[in-house]
């Protein structure tokens, strides 16, 4: 990014993918994991650009997140099953049905490790435990929320795991943010009569300082959040 400079990546005929236009970084700068085709998950290494192995999930892949040290991933998609990888062995740890869900479209994990948040296409977020996923094929929420209506599209923790942010894109001024480890739904956010339109992306800054929010018409809303000091 500092010399402005293109990497152009061999094509890899053993993934039999036609594009790469949905991939997630490891945050540890290891993997690119590859929204595949049928079902796959490509690895990619970071620093070769080679791939290096497929995971297989039932369904079509539809959102992928690491959690904060990289050594897990987790992939939610058509069937509502949520996978958990462990990426050294590249072997499947667990998976479980996320509550009430026919089809997932967003997956994320708190920077603590401790909370998993889960989207789905009727619009609602379950939220779990991550110590308490592991003990049956079909844990509970420890909270279900019904706040949007439409297919959840984004989805982001702060850095001291304190706030998530979702979104759908489906819907005007679909937005909301949620507080941990009170589980409760800010009503304040977005303002009555702020018109942000239709939220297509999210994300929130390193230190939690600003959150950008950018809609369907071009426009990104930067706020500060001024519980947080720095950027």
């Known amino acids: 990014m500092l010399a402005g400079k293109i990497s152009r990546i061999p094509w890899q005929k053993g ?22 085709r049928y079902g796959n998950i490509h690895l990619m290494s970071a620093k070769s650009k080679e791939w290096i192995g497929t995971l297989k999930m039932n369904g ?24 958990v990888w462990d990426m050294s062995s590249r072997k499947c740890l667990h998976k479980f049905m996320d509550e009430g869900c026919v089809t997932g479209t967003a997956i994320t994990i708190s920077p603590n490790d401790q909370f998993l948040a889960t989207g789905s296409d009727c619009g609602v977020v379950n939220i779990y435990d991550t110590r308490t996923i592991y003990d049956t094929p079909s844990p509970q929420p420890m909270k279900v ?25 489906f819907k005007p001024e679909a937005l909301k943010l949620v507080h941990f480890p009170s589980l409760t739904v800010f009503s304040n956010f977005p303002a009555r009569g702020e018109f942000i ?14 959150m950008c929010i950018g809609n369907n018409v071009g426009t990104a809303y930067i706020y500060r959040l001024k519980h947080y000091r720095n950027y």
């Not at 993934?15 to 595949?36: C, L, T, V």
């Not at 339109?197 to 600003?210: A, E, K, Q, V, Y």
């Open 15 to 36: 993934m039999e993918q036609r594009n790469i236009r949905r991939f997630q970084m490891s945050p540890d700068g290891k993997y690119i994991a590859i929204h595949g």
């Open 60 to 83: 079509e892949v539809i959102a992928i997140a690491f959690n904060n040290d990289g050594t897990k991933m987790y992939s939610h998609g058509e069937t509502g099953e949520v996978y």
């Open 145 to 169: 929320l019904l706040n949007l209506t439409t297919e959840i599209t984004n989805m982001k923790f702060n850095c001291t795991s304190e706030i998530l942010a979702m979104s759908s894109s």
């Open 197 to 210: 339109r239709n939220p297509n992306s999210l994300d929130i800054s390193t230190n939690s300082g600003f």
